[in-house]
């Protein structure tokens, strides 16, 4: 078995003190293995992207070790060294520099690297192929989409070649289409470099086309678990709704009332049976109606 790529141990994460200390992570043990694509979810505040920071040697820990590619982040002699060899960012906003053509964007990681000019230029055009740019490498992020300038971001981040890449939120500011074809092109990196991905979501479906979900409350890890069938993950997203405990609970909150009477009869049941049991499969028949309950959900959040 393979080492694996992070590992913590009773890791946290605190600010302030006395009375007033916040624990943004609280005694967070992990493991990634090589060649993982991971996404962490959580509601705002629960310490996702405090984890991520420290993942990258943006912040350091307050306890605990935090091991990176082999490396204790907290005693890097070198953490811009460490950040521009080992590590790869992908932020919600690409933060291209606007007066750059996506090629040079995509060369400035290089820079002081020990690689020549020569190697940059072919390197940055490899990778703006690789994400599907090769014919706009010489446009300015003006003159790029959205998803455009967010594969660009993507194309630099792999720049060093990177064991881990870290992405905050990246389809955040994305339209659902350009969100899908981002999301698309993380698997196929994953897949066809064996790139180690961390991704910090808000989107089910983001979370959904990973190999494995962690889910954080009040800077904990308290849900960790493997993809396997849509339809379970679903359903495992359902029951950690707030839809979902109020059909468990059975108390009447008003999101229930967006289902008629038999609806939430079967679904209470359904995430009862699957609350005590995660690992069994849900009834293919309910598959339809665990659809509309999601498209429900999507258009209440919206509005």
């Excluded at 609806?263 to 209470?268: G, H, W």
């Amino acid at each position: 078995m393979s080492e694996p790529i992070i590992s913590t141990s009773h890791l946290s994460k605190l600010y302030g003190s006395g009375e007033t200390v916040v624990r943004a992570l609280n005694d967070v043990n992990l493991e990634v293995l090589p060649g993982e694509f991971l996404a962490v979810m959580g509601p705002s505040g629960c310490g996702k992207s405090t984890l991520l920071n420290i993942l990258g040697a943006l912040d350091q820990p307050s306890e605990g070790e935090v091991w990176v590619a082999g490396e204790n982040v907290a005693k890097l002699k070198n953490v811009d060294a460490f950040r521009a060899r080992t590590v790869g960012f992908v932020f919600q906003l690409h933060n291209l520099l606007p007066t750059l053509t996506a090629q040079e964007n995509v060369e400035v990681p290089m820079q002081g690297q020990k690689i020549g000019r020569g190697e940059r230029h072919k390197r940055a055009a490899h990778l703006l192929e690789l994400v599907g740019l090769g014919d706009r490498r010489d446009h300015l992020p003006s003159q790029l989409s959205g998803g455009q300038r967010q594969r660009v971001a993507i194309a630099r981040a792999l720049a060093n070649e990177p064991a881990l890449i870290l992405a905050d939120e990246p389809t955040g500011a994305l339209d659902s289409q350009s969100g899908e074809e981002l999301l698309a092109l993380l698997g196929d990196l994953n897949r066809s470099q064996d790139t180690t991905i961390v991704v910090v979501t808000h989107d089910r479906r983001v979370a959904q086309a990973t190999g494995r979900i962690l889910r954080m409350r009040d800077g904990q890890i308290v849900d960790d678990h493997r993809v396997d069938n849509p339809l379970e993950e679903d359903l495992r997203m359902l029951a950690h709704s707030k839809l979902g405990q109020s059909l468990l609970d059975g108390n009447g909150q008003p999101g229930a009332t967006l289902l008629s009477t038999t609806e939430r009869e079967v679904l209470r049941r359904l995430l009862t049976r699957f609350d005590d049991a995660p690992g069994s499969e849900a009834p293919a028949e309910v598959a339809e109606l665990l659809a509309q309950l999601n498209e429900r959900q999507e258009v209440g959040a919206k509005e």
